[in-house]
């Protein structure tokens, strides 16, 4: 079963020898054999520290690297993914603008034909309505001329104002989808 070690549980070992050394130092009375028995298993001990430190070392250096890529990775893609975004923004703009347009040719086409039956209807009240009427009391044929000169000046106001309704009612309906 594998122990947990806390922070300083992880070189409480070390520790321990260390204060165990210590106490030995203060000694004056320790024999010669045991200075150089304890100062050998220190020299030991000192040598798979450095070990130790030599591969933690080497292990963070390869997760830095392994970090560092990673963040670099991370970088790359992060800068593809905008550079996509931007360009699918543009590329919505283009479909708004086109979409719009042609929303607008529709409604022109829609409003032009609307504008062509008024116009026929007008023509045809003028024609077989009020110039019959005008002229029988009026006497002068070119009233007739004069009404249609009417309806053809006022074609083209009908026409915008129709396309207006139009469009705000398709700008309306788009809103509302």
């Known amino acids: 079963m594998a122990k947990n070690f806390t ?6 070992a070390e520790i321990d020898f260390l204060n165990e050394v210590r106490v030995l130092a203060e000694d004056d009375n320790i024999p010669a054999d045991k200075v150089k028995e304890n100062y050998k298993l220190l ?4 040598d798979r520290l450095i ?6 070392t080497s292990v963070s250096d390869r997760l830095h690297a392994k970090l560092n890529e990673a963040n670099e990775k991370l970088k790359k893609q992060s800068d593809e993914i905008n550079k996509i975004n ?5 590329n919505n703009q283009l479909l708004q603008d086109t979409i719009d347009q042609l929303v607008k040719a529709k409604v022109g086409r ?9 116009a026929i209807i007008l023509f045809i009240i003028s024609e077989g309505v009020l110039e019959p ?3 029988e009391r009026v006497g002068n044929t070119s009233i007739g001329f004069i009404f249609k000169l009417g309806i053809a000046v006022l074609l083209k106001p009908i026409d915008v104002l129709v396309e207006r309704y139009m469009m705000r009612r398709a700008l309306n309906k788009r809103n509302q989808d």
Do not use: N, P
């Open 43 to 46: 020299c030991d001990k000192y």
């Open 133 to 135: 009427i005008v002229e």
């Open 110 to 118: 829609k409003a032009s034909s609307i504008v062509l039956l008024i």
């Open 7 to 12: 922070q300083s549980d992880v070189f409480q």
């Open 51 to 56: 070990g130790e430190a030599k591969l933690l």
């Open 86 to 90: 931007d360009d699918l923004k543009v």
